[in-house]
């Protein structure tokens, strides 16, 4: 079982993939990743990360999170 780590969001507590949502915002991702919202937005623009747009949001499929943090484990 993949553990998260922890967030001090007071929305919600990113510690267990499997409590996560099944679609994922771009705050989600920064905070699951550790990295800052311009980190989140850069990796969510390149061509190789997996998203829905719907409207104007840009959602991730936590399944698709999990395919592409396998793939790119070694980068």
């Not at 510690?15 to 771009?26: C, G, I, N, P, W």
């Not at 550790?34 to 409207?55: D, M, T, W």
Request: aromatic share 6%.
């Amino acid at each position: 079982m993949l553990k998260m780590p922890k967030t001090t969001s007071k929305s919600r507590k990113h510690t267990d993939f499997e409590r996560l949502s099944l679609l994922l915002t771009v705050k989600d991702i920064s905070e699951i990743l550790r990295i800052s919202r311009a980190g989140a937005y850069n990796l969510i623009n390149s061509r190789e990360f997996p998203k829905v747009k719907v409207g104007k949001r840009v959602l991730i499929e936590k399944t698709d999170l999990m395919r592409w943090l396998q793939q790119n484990k070694h980068v």
